[in-house]
């Protein structure tokens, strides 16, 4: 499906990147002051993996000693999103973020207060004398304490972990990123933009706000990377819009025939993007049904993608469902639908894109960022409706 060009340019991108990245190193010190409780114990220094967005590697680890540890060591980046830890009597883990600096890093950790909603699961605050990174990251916390204080909701029965509602959740991050946009020459505010590039913020404001970045930062293979994301799905959410004419694509059935949408030229249709593995898939699984047969009369077809490369399980769903709409997949994993998922710019299913008779996309659930059954059978009654 990819094509030789832009797979080469791919990997020269890569092959220009990584190198850099790998070979940089930037040395580094970090002095802790603690409390009482801390002496006898092992504290753990981890660093973030702007990759994966969920891990920490563990870099060092120290005893504390009259109140007191230290770490020395190499990072790959001028700064790196880091983690500081250590376990109780119970083996239980605490752990507080901060930013790891190149050079000298002065922490001091304070007792957190009781009724300090943000750190409910943890025992200690940090603090950084003269660090402007931790600066940026503090006032980016005092954002997350504020919403959470004020609209947190409890999301268990236990009363331990706080969610935000969604949309106090964007605005969250859309004061978060407006605080960045004041810091355009400190590299952490690269790494919180692409931080906040993974909770899906604005594509548009984040590629302006990278814009304005120093031109040192510029310069950075972290900038040219998230630079390089963002661009791409730009070009998807242009490519997806309301309006323009549907992109062609080609793909392989469940039973490993050819597939394209020009075949349906002149037929109304859905492009849904699911997958097997996801539980709301499955929720809107009999909605999508429905629609389907209350509509199929009337010529409207249902492109049914599976993003995932487990194809027994996959024949599997469609029969236990009796899915008889017209089945398909790259037959890889979701991360890896690199061609696909630029096309459109799919981060997430499920997702549904609606095309009318004219080949035109007349509603695209992921730029509404709504993938509510009802809001697409009432775009769909609509479009037939138009289409009479």
């Keep these: ?32 002051e603690v409390p009482d409780y801390f002496n006898g114990k092992t504290v753990y220094l981890s660093v973030f993996d702007n990759y994966s967005d969920t891990r920490y590697e563990t870099k060092d680890s120290a005893t504390v000693v009259d109140n007191s540890f230290a770490f020395s060591g190499k990072i790959a980046q001028v700064s790196e999103a880091a983690r500081i830890s250590y376990k109780n009597e119970e083996q239980q883990t605490f752990s507080q973020e901060f930013v790891l600096d190149s050079g000298n890093n002065n922490m001091i950790v ?15 605050i940090l603090s950084f004398p003269h660090s402007a990174s931790n600066s940026i990251k503090l006032q980016l916390d005092s954002i997350s304490s504020y919403y959470m204080r004020v609209y947190g909701e409890y999301a268990d029965s236990a009363r331990q972990f706080i969610v935000l509602p969604f949309q106090c959740d964007r605005e969250k991050l859309e004061k978060q990123q407006t605080l ?12 919180q933009l692409y931080r906040l590039y993974r ?14 970045l120093d031109d040192n930062l510029q310069k950075t293979p972290l900038y040219k990377e998230l630079l390089h994301k963002v661009t791409i799905d730009i070009a998807g959410n242009e490519r997806a819009r309301v309006n323009e004419k549907m992109p062609s694509f080609t793909v392989k059935t469940s039973t490993g025939t050819l597939f394209t949408n020009t075949q349906l030229a002149g037929t109304p ?17 009999p909605g999508l049904k ?15 993608f599976n993003l995932d490369d487990d194809v027994k399980k996959w024949q599997k769903h469609i029969n236990k469902h009796q899915l008889d ?4 997949s790259t037959y890889s994993k979701f991360e890896l639908n690199n061609e696909l ?18 080949g035109k996309i007349v509603f695209n659930s992921y730029q509404v960022k709504n993938n509510d059954v009802s809001l697409l059978k009432e775009h769909v009654s609509k479009m037939l409706t138009n289409s009479l």
């Design 269 to 285: 249709y859905i492009v849904v993007f699911s997958a097997t593995w996801c539980i709301p898939c499955q929720e809107v699984l």
């Design 180 to 191: 960045l946009a004041g810091y355009k020459n400190n590299y952490y505010t690269i790494i």
């Design 325 to 328: 709409w017209i089945n398909v």
């Design 1 to 32: 499906m990819q094509s030789p060009k832009r797979y080469q340019m791919k990997l020269l991108f890569f092959f220009l990147v990584t190198p850099v990245v790998a070979l940089a190193q930037h040395s580094y010190s970090v002095k802790g």
């Design 290 to 304: 429905t629609i389907y047969k209350e509509n199929k009369k009337k010529g409207l077809q249902v492109v049914y």
């Design 199 to 212: 909770r899906r913020v604005s594509l548009y404001d984040l590629d302006n706000a990278l814009k304005l």
């Design 341 to 358: 998922t630029d096309l459109f710019n799919i981060k997430a299913v499920p997702g549904y894109i609606v095309v009318n008779k004219d």
């Design 110 to 124: 304070h007792p957190v207060p009781a009724d300090y909603i943000y750190y409910k699961n943890k025992v200690s």
